[in-house]
């Protein structure tokens, strides 16, 4: 199954917020993405029904197996397109941005050929 490109993008910033603070409620998630409450909210809602993410009785969201996998996914292709996008020349503001669009779109062949280019003659 295809995630919605959002549910991604959410299951990105639980990833990121976690390896920063350790422990993720959905105010971080609003903070770190610029978002409502109410939207966030409705989100992890879907998240957690969809059994990507679970949340404990103090309010913490914790990534789940299958969540974590996808997350970990967007992440990884995240930092590889924004540093092979520097390495061409782009400002680190654009690549950021335009690795975030192109993250969620590019097949797992096109993404394997840019990780083993990446890891062979740029890192």
Known sequence: MKLLESAENYLEAILMVQKEKGLVRSIDIVN???????????????????????????????????GREI???IYERHEILT???EKMG??????GTDACKVEHDISEETFQCIRRYYNNNIE
């Open 32 to 66: 770190f993405l610029g978002f409502s409450k109410p939207s966030v909210s409705v989100a992890m809602k879907q998240l957690e029904t969809n059994d990507y993410i679970t949340r404990d009785g103090d309010g913490y969201i914790y990534l789940t197996e299958s």
């Open 71 to 73: 997350a970990e996914m």
């Open 83 to 85: 540093k092979l996008f």
């Open 90 to 95: 782009v400002s680190h503001e654009t690549a």
